[in-house]
């Protein structure tokens, strides 16, 4: 598992093996575990924007820390090829 770290007022950009990359934005931790059948990424603190690669042997998958504190997860559409309203 590799991990990934920003501190107060440092974001960082980083793509991954596989070509897929993300947005870390500040005070913001991250797990990446790669395996033969999985790709999952741990938010442990902060923000991040994903853009994953296609890959149907190995889906993406993400979890979140939680800490005795509300969470608030949002998916939307992708727009990946398309034009005009989602």
Request: proline share 3%.
């Amino acid at each position: 598992m590799t991990g990934v770290q920003t501190a107060i007022g440092e974001q960082a950009a980083v793509t991954l093996p596989d070509g897929s990359s993300f947005d870390l934005n500040t005070n913001s931790r991250v797990q990446v575990a790669y395996g033969r059948h999985a790709r999952v990424v741990f938010l442990e603190r902060g923000e991040a924007f994903f853009k994953v690669a296609h890959d149907t042997q190995r889906p993406f998958g993400y979890a979140r820390a939680a800490r005795g504190c509300g969470q608030s997860v949002r998916r939307s559409m992708s727009t990946c090829g398309r034009q005009g309203p989602r």
